[in-house]
Each structure stands twice: as C-alpha cells, then as structure tokens.
C-alpha cells in the first residue's frame, strides 16, 4: 500500500508540474526569399523550423498547387520535411490550388477547425485555423493561427470575431500570426481584452531586413495562468520577408 501511495503522488506530481510550451509563428511568403525573385526554397524554411524546435507552429501563405510555386502542396511536404502533423485552412483559392494558413504540431491533433473571417469591406478572403492538441504529459492546449487583412475596418471585425471564438475555451488558447497591425492599434487593443501579449522582449517582426514593425505576434487568452520563458525574433533574413517570431511559455 505504501508504494501505491507513494506512486500516486508521483504521478500527481508529474501531471500538476509546470509545463512549457515552445510555440513558432512564421509568415513564409510561399517560401520564396526576397533576394531571390522567382526562387522556392521550401528546404530554407523547413531548416529554420527545426531549429526552433517548437511544439506548435503557425505559418502563413502557404501555396497548395500553385504554379508559382511548384505545383506543390507546400502544407503537406513541410509537414513531411519537419516530421510533423499538420492541417492547412485555406484563405482563397488560387488558380487551380488554393493560398492560406498552416499550422504544424509534433503533438497528436484531437480535433481541427477553420472559420472564413468577417469581411466588411470588400477584400482578400481570410481564413484563422484552430487545432486541439495532446502535448506529452496528457495536458490539453489550443492554437489558433490567422493572418489577418490589411485593411483597418476589417482587422477590427476579424479580431472581434476572433475574441468571440476564444471566451469558449477553457484549455490555453495561443493566438498566433501575421495580424498585420501595430501594437497601438485598434485590432491589438480589441484582442487584448481576451489575451495577453508580450510587452517587455518584443521586437519588430517585418521586413526580414533591418525590421521595423512589430505585425506578428504570440498570444495567450486570459485566465491562462502562465509566464514568459523567451520571446524572441529569430534572425533568419533570408527564407522569407517576415521573421520568425519564437516563444517559450511555462504554463502553470
């Protein structure tokens, strides 16, 4: 009875613990590096994900069948060049293929979904997409990835739409993408009633040289208890017009 007793308590200890999450969120620009017009190098893209090494992943312009690229399904071979799991949402259809967001996972996938974001003014079609994981110690997360319209009036529907989404999670929710707003925006400020951004170690996210704004963000929705490990811009200038943005959070 007294090894019962004491098993149990270790089990309890090792499910209560701190856990941490490595989160990564990416605009890839379909892979193709700004320095080298006309040129995919899925392989440049696929090197800087692995090394951050995260448990989730968010990435945005993805091509599926798309000439400009390939006529690749860039979602399923980066998922098989990083050895992940992944779902794809589309934003729109692009010629004979389709254009939108990806989300990569190490973990096993429970559930997956993916809404069309409001558009009040007339624009491209944004998509967010939504997956339910496992992570090792059984505890259950979410992520939700997006890339969000260049247009104000849009921005602000989409991110209410976003908020409305997020009060019906009760497991970690992380928000992650290209929002394509500052952090004194109208959008940032909408979503900061529902999430809590990094406002200490951020630094601007676009262009890949010499950045200058702060446009994609890693987001926790509230009351997640949780703390700040790393909050990084990884410096990888030359896959993609945007910087990977990389983050570390002990969940509690």
């Keep these: 009875m007294r090894y019962l007793v004491t098993l149990l308590f270790l089990l309890t200890v090792f499910f ?4 941490t999450v490595k989160i990564l969120t990416y605009n890839i620009h379909h892979a193709n590096p700004p320095s080298k017009p006309g040129v995919i190098d899925l392989e440049a893209i696929a090197e800087v994900i692995k090394q951050a090494d995260a448990d989730v992943i968010g990435i945005q312009e993805v091509d599926v ?3 400009r690229s390939g006529n690749i399904d860039q979602a399923k071979r980066l998922a098989e060049l990083t050895n992940t799991n992944y779902f794809f949402s589309k934003g729109i259809d692009l010629e004979k293929g389709e254009y939108g967001v990806l989300i990569l996972t190490k973990h096993k996938i429970e559930d997956q979904r993916r809404f069309d974001l409001p558009m009040p003014v007339k624009s ?17 997360i979410s ?10 009036e849009n921005r602000i529907a989409q991110t ?6 997020a009060v019906n999670y009760t497991n970690p929710l992380f928000l992650v993408g290209d929002l394509n707003a500052s952090s004194d925006s109208k959008a940032i400020q909408a979503l900061e009633k529902y ?36 909050y990084e811009v990884i410096n990888a200038s030359y896959p993609s017009d945007h910087l990977p943005l990389y983050a570390e959070i002990e969940l509690k």
């Design 195 to 230: 999430f809590v951004r990094n406002t200490k170690s951020n630094k601007p996210t676009f262009p890949n040289v010499g950045a200058k704004e702060e446009i994609d963000y890693i987001l926790i929705s509230n009351p997640t208890k949780f703390k700040w490990k790393k």
């Design 65 to 67: 069948n798309v000439s």
């Design 160 to 165: 209410q739409f976003i908020n409305d989404l």
């Design 124 to 140: 491209e079609n944004r998509s967010v997409a939504i997956v339910d994981i496992v992570l090792a110690n059984g505890k259950k």
């Design 143 to 152: 992520l939700a990835n997006t890339h969000l319209d260049l247009k104000e």
């Design 16 to 19: 209560l613990q701190a856990q």
